[in-house]
């Protein structure tokens, strides 16, 4: 279990209401409520959770039972029923006081009144109550056709009226329950599956719901619902007795129900609402009611999430453990299988490996052996229940972690190095924690989470999905969608060392200091210990050290500038580790957040990575020929054009006017589709405005030729703000006689392409009439988001001495905003500074852009220049 920064006790002394003699005046009622919901809120400084949210329920069993009363209900033909959580005796601050109205028949006029003004009276004290008024007959006849009613009546409670209509009704649910046991529990399995879609079928959310995310609170009751229906139990402890559940499982539940009922019951006081979801918003004040005391309030998030994170794993096992056991040890097979033997202590039966034997997993070498027998074996798809037990139960009494065995650590290898070690194997032995028992700095990583937007899982989970990227590398069937990382990873003579990279790469996220350094100290270390060869050692440790250094590289550094490529390939060193580097870095960034990747960013990559090989391929000089690049392109756009029915005078002519700088730039397909439309317009009709994908890269490129005229880009990028759309990459490049050629890569805020014929043309048009001065540039209205609110970025502005006397570059940090690059449009038009080129990226809620500027006379910043750009920045960017 997470650690307990609370201390816990009964409360000091149970709460004793003094009700009112008669229903009026309402506030005397209200008043009791009021005092009980402080005197709760003071309790849960250090009560124990459990006793609070009984204790919640009784003091509101004890309302409803006073007024009840005082209502004159006739309790020889009325029930007050709850159902629901509170008909499991738990309330929490803000949540429902679901009541069913049990009746023997239909109810006359003034008996309907008399509910009517019951409930209203209820409201009137503010509290959410939801109810319902139906017969014995009709309660079955709903809960036949809504498995949600069925659902709630598993776990009613009499409040008050009538115990023989309740008894009635148990007599109903106990022996003419209209579900059976299967199809309840089908029924609910696939209510559990269609929540989970919810939540993309992962517990590490950004802002997870407490209730309904996977491993939440529903996750718990669903196994305990369906487990009730079948046994008919009353209560969870019971199905200890019918041997569904362990003592000690019994006892893990019920530690992560409190845990999770004390979270949930923080965020109702933070949010002082009915709030399931662990919003960005309430997650600092959550922190502090439960005791994660830090200075810093972004640490104590930190180690409250990685504590929540570490429960939900728990409860995930748990609730696929219990509902499989459920379906094959309680339910019965639907046919009998004969286990077929894979070696002395596992078998198949079906599809799923079984113990067989009890005392499987008690040599820890057998817990290793037991995943590399289902690497060894693809027809295996799944464990069987009985045996999740065992090893949960192995796990459990383990009194080292395994890589100190000798016989564990060559299993180990032999899986890692198995052709499908990263399949079914690896993800099994991540989600039964068997790497964090493997792996001690591994168990560092669980649950740890960033209290930022751009990391949208915690380390262990990002971990294993880029391995589980890298894994669709080295598959064939997977070679069409990664073309250049597959062709690179099935031809690796030991892609164990690119895997072994990828677990150590974040590994010491956590600890202070530079992860990537710290992570680099641990690949060595494992090598040494599992007796890697010198030359895999290196290259793993050197991949760990520098895994960002492509990503950064591609995004953040104008990778058309030889000199960028030169020092990239110098840090490279060898194709060997290039090839390396690219397939960790596509793996990586792809695992991070689902939102991060898009072909654009693949273009880059790919394009990095081809400039580079081809550097590195000449021995003599570490760039690669500019010349010859711009002469390549010119031919292959002449032949498109030449095929399109251009004359070659036509188009010399016309390329006379550009620079080498713009056919260095942009490829023949761009150049092509540039000359041909700028060969046809004709001057009056001026802007020329394309919007189309030439690459095919998966983004919309957005192209426009006009006469040169100031801060042309400050105008564009306004339009774009105005139309929801975000710069990713920006070329600003003039004609040798007074025209500019400025190049665009936009998406949409979801971060596809412009794909609609006719918002493409509502783009177009806006931008044709602002610069023709027919619209004015319009201005930024929308506000910061409400999740972008809950973060502090500091803005930053750092110029990087490059050999170049023309041009000055800056890279800049700020927190991304809506308006952002019009507002730096602006800054550089007010100092009269030109912009050259952009690289927007956007890591989370930060911007980290790069931008290319020179001054008015075409020169780079001076010392001054510099200093006022950076202030002028600085301050446009702080006054919110």
Same mark, same amino acid.
């Given at each position: ?632 392109? +010119? ?21 006379? +006017? ?135 970025? +500091? ?86």
């Amino acid at each position: 279990m997470p650690h307990k920064p609370y201390v816990t006790s009964r409360p000091e002394a149970p709460y004793t209401p003094k009700w009112p003699a008669q229903i009026e005046p309402v506030t005397a009622w209200r008043q009791q409520v009021q005092c009980y919901n402080e005197w709760s809120v003071n309790q849960f400084i250090s009560a124990d959770i459990d006793t609070l949210v009984a204790n919640r329920a009784e003091f509101f069993d004890s309302l409803l039972q006073e007024l009840w009363l005082q209502f004159k209900f006739p309790s020889e033909n009325y029930a007050l029923l709850a159902v629901g959580g509170y008909g499991r005796g738990a309330l929490h601050p803000e949540s429902d006081i679901d009541l069913l109205f049990l009746v023997e028949g239909p109810l006359p006029t003034r008996q309907q009144e008399r509910i009517s003004q019951f409930i209203t009276l209820l409201w009137d004290l503010r509290l959410q109550v939801g109810h319902s008024v139906r017969t014995v007959a009709e309660c079955m006849e709903q809960a036949e056709s809504d498995i949600t009613v069925a659902t709630s009546l598993i776990e009613h409670r009499l409040v008050a009226g009538s115990e023989e209509l309740t008894e009635l009704l148990e007599q109903q649910i106990n022996f003419h329950f209209p579900w059976s046991s299967r199809a309840f529990y089908q029924a609910k399995k696939s209510e559990q599956n269609a929540r989970h879609r919810q939540f993309h079928g992962t517990a590490y959310n950004l802002e997870p719901n407490i209730k309904s995310s996977p491993g939440g609170l529903r996750d718990i009751q669903t196994i305990s619902w369906i487990a009730k229906q079948h046994f008919h139990a009353k209560s969870d402890e019971s199905l200890v007795e019918y041997n569904y559940i362990t003592a000690d499982e019994f006892v893990e539940l019920k530690e992560c129900t409190s845990f999770l009922w004390r979270i949930r019951f923080a965020l109702h006081l933070s949010a002082q609402k009915s709030e399931d979801r662990l919003l960005f918003d309430y997650q600092p004040d959550v922190a502090k009611l439960l005791g994660y005391n830090h200075e810093n309030s972004k640490v104590a998030v930190e180690q409250m999430m990685k504590d929540y994170f570490k429960v939900v794993l728990r409860v995930g096992e748990l609730n696929r453990m219990l509902l499989q056991f459920f379906e094959q040890a309680i339910l019965g097979p639907m046919k009998l299988l004969n286990p077929q033997p894979l070696d002395d202590d596992f078998a198949l039966i079906g599809n799923q490996i079984m113990a067989r034997s009890d005392n499987a997993f008690n040599d820890p070498t057998c817990i290793m052996r037991f995943f590399w027998l289902i690497a060894e074996h693809p027809e295996i798809e799944g464990v069987h229940s009985h045996t999740i037990r065992l090893l949960r139960n192995a796990r459990r009494e383990l009194e080292q972690p395994l890589i100190n065995e000798a016989a564990c650590r060559e299993c180990f290898l032999e899986i890692i190095r198995h052709p499908r070690g990263f399949g079914l194997a690896f993800e099994l032995m991540h989600r039964f924690s068997i790497m964090a028992h493997y792996l001690p700095a591994w168990n560092n990583i669980v649950g740890q989470m960033q209290f930022d937007l751009f990391h949208a899982y915690t380390v262990d989970e990002h971990t294993y999905r880029l391995l589980c990227n890298l894994y669709q590398f080295t598959l064939p069937e997977e070679s069409e969608h990664y073309p250049l990382a597959s062709e690179i990873v099935q031809d690796m003579q030991a892609p164990e060392w690119l895997f072994l990279a990828g677990i150590f790469h974040d590994i010491a996220k956590g600890r202070g200091g530079d992860h990537s350094e710290l992570g680099a100290v641990d690949a060595r270390e494992f090598a040494a210990l599992h007796k890697l060869p010198e030359e895999g050692a290196e290259l793993i440790a050197w991949l760990v050290e520098k895994h960002l250094l492509m990503s950064v590289t591609a995004q953040k550094r104008d990778i058309y500038d030889p000199e960028v490529i030169g020092k990239f390939a110098s840090e490279c060193g060898t194709i060997q580790r290039l090839n390396y580097l690219y397939c960790l870095t596509v793996a990586d960034i792809r695992a991070t957040n689902s939102n991060l990747w898009n072909n654009w960013k693949a273009t880059l990559l790919e394009e990095l990575y081809r400039a580079t090989y081809e550097s590195l391929q000449q021995h003599d000089k570490k760039t690669f020929d500019v010349r010859e690049r711009v002469q390549n392109n +010119r031919q292959l756009a002449m032949g498109y054009l030449l095929s399109a029915g251009f004359e070659v005078e036509q188009i010399n002519q016309l390329w006379g +006017r550009f620079t080498a700088d713009y056919f260095f730039r942009h490829t023949p397909e761009q150049i092509a589709w540039h000359s041909q439309n700028i060969m046809h317009v004709q001057e009056h009709q001026l802007p020329l405005v394309l919007i189309g994908d030439e690459n095919n890269n998966g983004t919309t490129e957005l192209f426009i030729y006009h006469h040169e005229e100031s801060h042309l880009f400050a105008k564009v990028a306004a339009v774009l703000d105005s139309e929801q759309l975000s710069i990713h990459d920006a070329q600003i490049l003039n004609t040798r006689d007074g025209y500019v050629m400025d190049t665009f890569i936009v998406l949409q805020r979801d971060g596809l392409p412009l794909a609609d014929a006719q918002r493409i043309e509502e783009v177009h048009q806006h931008l044709h009439d602002v610069l023709r001065k027919r619209r004015p540039v319009p201005s930024s209205q929308r506000s910061i988001s409400r999740r972008l609110r809950n973060f502090k970025v +500091r803005t930053r502005v750092k110029f990087i001495n490059l050999k170049n006397a023309r041009r000055s570059t800056f890279e800049l940090i700020t927190l991304d905003r809506p308006g952002l690059i019009a507002r730096l449009a602006a800054v550089f038009q007010q100092l009269d500074i030109n912009l050259m080129a952009a690289k927007i990226t956007t890591v989370g809620e930060q911007a980290e852009d790069l931008f290319i500027v020179a001054s008015n006379n075409q020169e780079a910043l001076t010392e001054s220049e510099r200093e006022a750009l950076k202030t002028a920045i600085i301050t446009a960017l702080t006054d919110e």
